[in-house]
């Protein structure tokens, strides 16, 4: 079964474009080339891609930390201390403002390549050598949801750390009011898992920012979950999850990595029995769902009457109405859910110990490739000679 299934998951990667000889296990974000480890998303034939991914994104975090002072004053002394040790070598130049100076009253909303080109020569040779060494990254905090940062207040004077945990919509009917005289199918506890594992690799894709994008964010959520878009109906945990998983590692447009298509069944775990408070938040986290279909029906309504508009909002309404479903029933069953986590969670370390046993088999076979190309082959002997 594990062997079948590890086929199933991995047969069609396609190879790095860099290497050609590693399979991909990562897409660029910026021109979706696929790329095997971090030296090969720096080589020569990705470097301009990746220098202008690594400068765009320095400029958009300093656009986001507007509401931030202190990390964006972090980021404005880096960029300072590099002008501060080029001084000396802008010899062509007479006077040289502060970066300070030249980047005052520049929008960093819009005018990217002017916050660029206020560089002088060197600061920017300087910012591509930060990049080519990787200490670029340490001016970016590594993204966590609110399932894995919320933490119960126990002062009422502080204020809640971002991510904020959502709030379950309010005014929610009993279950029996949905229902009415029908009753509810068992499989639902497998349908909502899919839709969590959808929901929980949007957030994770988009960076938390699935709420401002939301025509995009929802639209990934209902590529995966097949629960969601296609009705699917999903007999057991097993399926749930792994339909997903193979679901964005086939898709190039929601790839991220092997790892983390395979780590989001732990998220779904978390949302399911919070590690340290041991609170279900699948409530909270279908709710947050719910919000996004709603923000992303009121985009599609605001694009008129054209008849891709008009289907997109049909279909967001139905699933909206599907989520609203979940939330009431996720409510009112709770120790349901609860017991689901473990489950979950050993799904996880299955599939996390047949992705690194099929990293290893495939760490092995190039090994061999390597060896075999400097083997030379002996020359075939005749085995039956002609008698005159």
Not at 30 to 47: D, F, T, W
Not at 214 to 233: E, P, R
Not at 333 to 355: A, I
Request: with cysteine.
């Amino acid at each position: 079964m594990g062997i079948g299934f590890t086929r199933f998951f991995f047969l069609q990667i396609p190879l790095c474009a860099s290497c050609l000889a590693q399979l991909s296990r990562y897409t660029c974000p910026r021109c979706n080339v696929r790329y095997c480890s971090v030296a090969c998303y720096r080589h020569e034939r990705h470097l301009q891609c990746s220098e202008s991914f690594y400068r765009d994104s320095v400029i958009t975090e300093l656009q986001q930390m507007k509401g931030n002072g202190e990390e964006r004053r972090h980021v404005m002394e880096t960029l300072m201390r590099m002008q501060e040790g080029d001084e000396d070598d802008d010899q062509n130049e007479d006077h040289v403002a502060s970066l300070e100076e030249r980047l005052d009253g520049l929008d960093l909303d819009k005018d990217l390549d002017q916050v660029w080109q206020c560089l002088t020569l060197s600061e920017q040779q300087q910012f591509n050598q930060l990049v080519q060494s990787g200490h670029v990254g340490h001016l970016f905090s590594l993204y966590s949801p609110w399932w894995e940062t919320f933490t119960p207040v126990t002062d009422m004077t502080e204020k809640p750390s971002p991510p904020l945990k959502p709030s379950v919509l309010s005014d929610l009917p009993p279950l029996s009011s949905l229902v009415k005289d029908a009753k509810v199918s068992p499989s639902v506890h497998y349908n909502v898992l899919n839709a969590l594992y959808a929901y929980a690799y949007t957030v994770r894709l988009y960076n938390g920012d699935h709420l401002e994008l939301a025509m995009q964010a929802s639209q990934a959520v209902l590529d995966i979950s097949g629960a969601l878009s296609s009705n699917t109906v999903f007999c057991a945990t097993r399926d749930a999850l792994r339909v997903a998983v193979t679901t964005v590692q086939q898709r190039k447009d929601l790839f991220m990595s092997l790892e983390s298509s395979v780590s989001v069944m732990r998220d779904v775990a978390h949302l399911l029995c919070h590690t340290t408070s041991h609170l279900c938040q699948v409530p909270e986290a279908l709710s947050d769902l719910h919000q996004l279909l709603a923000r992303a029906k009121a985009a599609s309504k605001a694009e008129g009457k054209k008849s891709d508009a008009q289907d997109s909002v049909k279909q967001l309404h139905r699933v909206a109405k599907k989520v609203f479903f979940f939330v009431v029933w996720s409510s009112e069953h709770v120790e349901d859910l609860l017991s689901l986590s473990d489950v979950v969670l050993l799904e996880y370390e299955t599939s996390l110990k047949e992705l690194q046993s099929y990293l290893e088999t495939e760490q092995t076979v190039k090994a061999f490739r390597k060896t075999s190309k400097g083997c030379r082959h002996a020359a075939p002997q005749t085995l039956v000679e002609q008698l005159n």
